[in-house]
């Protein structure tokens, strides 16, 4: 099998878009942005992954859904690696990745809202007067209210519209 | 790196990074004891979300103290293989539940001290250690964010709610001590530009908690009395419970795997 050609790192990069997030299967891996980059090691395919969060039990799924379509695509000599820095961030989720988040009642991150452990206007959060402005995926009213600074994922928070009064989650910015 | 590492470096960094895996473990543990028993679903699930954010960043820093080591010792290993003179988290995180006031009052007072930790460390003159807080610090910043909202929620609250916070603070008050008490590994590690010396972490953290108690009608403790030992492996009879539960089956099964 030596004389078969390796292929592209974009070959790869496009088998990597069919893997789906297993927590939030519309969007692909590659929409989520955490393949950090793909290349060859003398002849071994190098994939490197950034963890969304520390704890995600999704992690571990990733990596074996990772190999389990380079294994489909007939790849045997490759390895994953882990790339804690930069440490992953709701900016690196892509345009058309936003978008399937919405369709599929999650709203998506509002860049440049994430935590910040200052405790400055907090009052003005807990009053409701922030000025974070998080739309409903159903409805896209902006009245809507934070249930619960987690969701039912790491990387979630819940929040409530104030207007159809569905319940959905926040994809939070980190 | 490793080349110029001595001896008493790897032992004095080793010591750091247990102590910072270790309190996320003990804190996450005890924090997943509420699962499936909070008093409201959401809190069920922010809990929940919290002990997975903790123990993930344990798997960090104790597979780092195992690399630094250079014993072959995993992460799992030191979770599930140490007894509790082993362990060397602060005493504040491996106190009882209690009521949510008491958790959450022990959470808040350990978030600002682990939101301050990290930001120095993500200028660590480690890239293994800045990049683990890198990661680490973000989520932290959520818990802050959380557990000090909802200290001024429940402290300036009801009677009761107000009472619960007081009487959780006051217990919890002469655990926190222990974060600024520097020895000879913290000083190791601080000359190397690793870590901040804890004693350097007070000011900040006093005035953050100053201030969040504040809003919350809460009355500062004003002794300075404080227990300590944890970071040298003597702790509270309560650890060895924890320990118990989560280490029962690596021990009555060694090396299981699911």
Redesign the interface.
């Known amino acids: 099998m030596s004389t078969t050609t390796l292929p592209s790192t974009d070959e790869v990069w496009r088998w990597l878009g069919e893997v789906p997030d297993p927590e939030i299967p519309v969007i692909s891996l590659t929409e989520l942005g955490i393949i950090r980059d793909v290349g060859y090691d003398d002849g071994t395919l190098v994939v490197t992954v950034t963890?969304t969060?520390?704890?995600?039990?999704a992690t571990s799924v990733i990596n074996f859904e990772i190999e389990a379509k380079l294994r489909e695509k007939g790849l045997q000599d490759f390895r994953l690696e882990r790339q804690?820095?930069?440490?992953w961030?709701t900016d690196w989720i892509s345009r058309e990745g936003r978008e399937k988040l919405r369709g599929y009642g999650i709203a998506p991150p509002v860049d440049g809202t994430?935590?910040?452990?200052r405790?400055a206007g907090?009052?003005g959060?807990?009053a409701g007067t922030s000025n974070l402005v998080i739309e409903c995926p159903r409805c896209g009213a902006t009245d809507t209210r934070k249930?619960?600074?987690?969701?039912?994922t790491?990387c979630k928070s819940?929040y409530q519209c104030n207007i159809c009064l569905e319940p959905f989650d926040y994809f939070?910015c980190? | 790196m490793a080349e110029t590492e001595t001896a008493v470096d790897r032992a004095a960094l080793t010591e750091f990074l247990l102590r910072m895996g270790d309190n996320s473990l003990i804190l996450g543990h005890r924090l997943s004891e509420w699962c499936g028993k909070s008093p409201v679903l959401e809190e069920d699930i922010a809990l929940a979300n919290l002990a997975l954010d903790l123990i993930g960043q344990t798997q960090m820093w104790l597979g780092l103290a195992g690399e630094v080591e250079g014993k072959g010792r995993s992460a799992d290993d030191f979770a599930y293989l140490r007894d509790a003179s082993g362990f060397r988290n602060l005493l504040l995180v491996e106190r009882p539940n209690g009521d949510f006031g008491q958790t959450l009052m022990r959470q808040f007072l350990f978030d600002v001290w682990h939101h301050e930790m990290l930001s120095r460390l993500v200028r660590s003159s480690d890239a293994r250690v800045a990049e683990i807080a890198g990661k680490a610090i973000k989520e932290v910043a959520y818990h802050l964010e959380r557990s000090a909202d909802l200290v001024v929620r429940l402290g300036d609250g009801t009677a009761e709610s107000h009472r619960r916070m007081q009487d959780a603070l006051d217990d919890c008050w002469p655990y926190t001590g222990e974060m600024f008490v520097a020895d000879d590994h913290d000083r190791a590690v601080a000359a190397a530009g690793i870590a901040p010396d804890p004693s350097d972490l007070k000011d900040t953290w006093e005035a953050t908690v100053t201030e969040v108690l504040r809003q919350a009608t809460l009355h500062k403790p004003e002794h300075g009395y404080a227990q300590k030992g944890g970071k040298r492996g003597i702790h509270t009879e309560h650890l060895g419970f924890i320990l118990a539960e989560m280490q029962f089956l690596q021990r009555a099964y060694p090396g299981a795997t699911w």
């Open positions: 963890p969060y520390s704890g995600c039990p804690l820095s930069p440490a961030t994430s935590a910040d452990g405790l907090r009052i959060k807990l249930v619960s600074q987690f969701g039912s790491p819940s939070k980190i």
